[in-house]
C-alpha cells in the first residue's frame, strides 16, 4: 500500500513528466490582482501551453517563493 505522499508524487510526476519548459517570466501587477496576491512570484511557462506558478501555500494565498538545489550552485526563486 502506497502512503499518501508517494501518490501525491506520482500524480505530480504524471503531470510534469516530460514538459519541457518554454519561458520563465514573473506574474504581471494584473496576473496577481486577479488571484488577490500582493506578491508576484515566478510563472513556469511549459510548450504545451500549461504553467506553474509558485504559491506561499496550498491555499493559493499569495506568490511564493522555491529553493533550486542539487548542482554546484544553490538559489532561491524570490517574489517581487
Known amino acids: 500500500m502506497r502512503t499518501t505522499d508517494e501518490k501525491h508524487g506520482l500524480r505530480f510526476e504524471k503531470i ?6 518554454d519561458s520563465c517570466r514573473y506574474m504581471t501587477r494584473e496576473e496577481a490582482d486577479a488571484f488577490g496576491w ?40 524570490y517574489t517581487i
Request: glycine share 18%; aromatic share 8%.
Open 16 to 21: 510534469l513528466k516530460g514538459k519541457k519548459v
Open 38 to 77: 500582493y506578491k508576484r512570484p515566478l510563472a513556469i511557462m511549459f510548450t504545451d501551453g500549461t504553467y506553474l506558478v509558485l504559491q506561499s501555500d496550498d491555499e493559493g494565498n499569495d506568490g511564493g517563493a522555491a529553493f533550486i538545489g542539487g548542482g554546484d550552485d544553490e538559489h532561491t526563486i
